[in-house]
């Protein structure tokens, strides 16, 4: 099942990324991103792990509950309404459509709760652009093995370009232009996430 693939290889990227988030953090936040992430997917493994769920619908519902119920700070409640919102429209075989649909519901939970428009350092930046390419790419009738291509790419480059964005979201705005010059952290985390899905939509 490839909710199961994609957040358990998720969940090892953000172990894996610990340090080097809460690092990002440090710069323009708390530092706590790293902390509170590793947190929430450890409950999600545990949840993968003992759930009798097995449809895509129900895996990506029960994920996101867990990411609300254990991710502490401003991102739990983001990444936990992205996935509920996902679960609504997913399919148990993944299917371009239903990826690009999939993707546009999160950016709608994402920005439905946050208020974050692009351009505001925030990890809409990469939610966005992603959720874009691959609706463009479905257009234009791309298989998902060019999918997976693009959401690496894009993801990489969208993760890249918040080091020249001003916050204006979130506990970094306080900072202002002292924010140039560093990746936002939830980008950082969503580029880990959209790396574990090109694995599985491979
Ligand atoms: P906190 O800021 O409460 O410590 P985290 O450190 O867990 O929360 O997460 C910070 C990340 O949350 C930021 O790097 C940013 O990507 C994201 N974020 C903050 N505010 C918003 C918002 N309004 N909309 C979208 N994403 C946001
Ligand atoms: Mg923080």
Redesign the pocket.
């Known amino acids: 099942m490839w909710v199961r693939t994609w957040v358990m290889r998720a969940a090892e990227l953000i172990t894996e990324h610990r340090e080097y988030l809460i690092g990002l953090?440090r710069a323009i936040?708390?530092a706590?991103?790293g902390e509170?992430?590793d947190r929430g997917f450890r409950a999600v493994v545990t949840y993968l792990k003992t759930t009798e769920d097995t449809r895509a619908e129900d895996l990506l519902r029960g994920i996101g509950q867990t990411l609300i119920s254990h991710?502490?700070?401003?991102?739990?409640p983001?990444y936990g309404s992205a996935f509920i919102r996902m679960a609504d429209v997913a399919t148990d075989e993944l299917t371009p459509v239903s990826l690009a649909t999939m993707l546009d519901r999160a950016v709608g939970a994402?920005q439905a709760?946050?208020?974050?428009q692009a351009g505001e350092k925030?990890?809409?930046d990469v939610w966005l652009p992603v959720a874009d390419a691959v609706n463009n790419a479905v257009d234009n009738e791309a298989e998902l093995a060019t999918m997976a291509e693009l959401i690496e790419r894009t993801s990489q480059a969208a993760t890249q370009r918040t080091c020249d964005m001003i916050a204006t979201?979130?506990?970094?705005s306080y900072l202002g232009e002292r924010t140039l010059g560093h990746i936002?952290?939830?980008?950082a985390s969503t580029n880990l996430i959209f790396l574990a899905l090109r694995e599985c939509v491979n």
């Open positions: 953090d936040g708390d706590d991103h509170n992430l991710v502490g700070g401003t991102s739990g983001l994402i709760r946050g208020h974050a925030t990890m809409v979201k979130g506990r970094a936002d952290p939830g980008a």
